[in-house]
């Protein structure tokens, strides 16, 4: 079973489409602008909070679009630096406030760790 795909489609229909937005913006940022170490450290922080789905990871972070920049980047400390890490996620012109939506966030961890798991078998560790 699913679970990921399952959360996407309930959650679209419960929230009129910000999840789905998000999921379809983390796939593309996974898929086009994030590096393998922001990938690696989003997923490890989401399994190491003993969650392994993007609502889990929300329920842990409730100021989720600083968590997912500090998470992923590994440094971010700052509000700008926040700003930066989402500016380029979405690349120029992107909608950077959608971040700090819960739903949109929820669903950005769940695209790009959906698109991350399709392909890390062929990044193991240490290669």
Do not use: C
């Not at 593309?28 to 399994?47: H, I, K, N, Q, V």
């Not at 969650?51 to 400390?77: L, N």
């Amino acid at each position: 079973m699913d679970t990921e795909k399952m959360i996407a489609r309930l959650m679209t229909r419960r929230t009129g489409g910000a999840f789905d937005l998000g999921r379809r913006a983390g796939e593309a940022w996974a898929e086009g602008r994030a590096e393998e170490d922001e990938l690696r450290r989003l997923d490890d922080a989401s399994t190491a909070d003993g969650f392994d789905t993007a609502a889990g990871y929300a329920a842990v972070h409730p100021d989720i679009a600083t968590a997912i920049a500090r998470t992923a980047s590994g440094s971010v400390t700052t509000g700008r630096a926040v700003e930066a890490f989402w500016a380029a996620a979405f690349g120029v012109g992107g909608n950077v406030a959608a971040a700090g939506d819960q739903l949109f966030a929820r669903g950005f961890v769940a695209g790009a760790l959906a698109a991350w798991r399709a392909v890390r078998h062929e990044f193991p560790l240490g290669s």
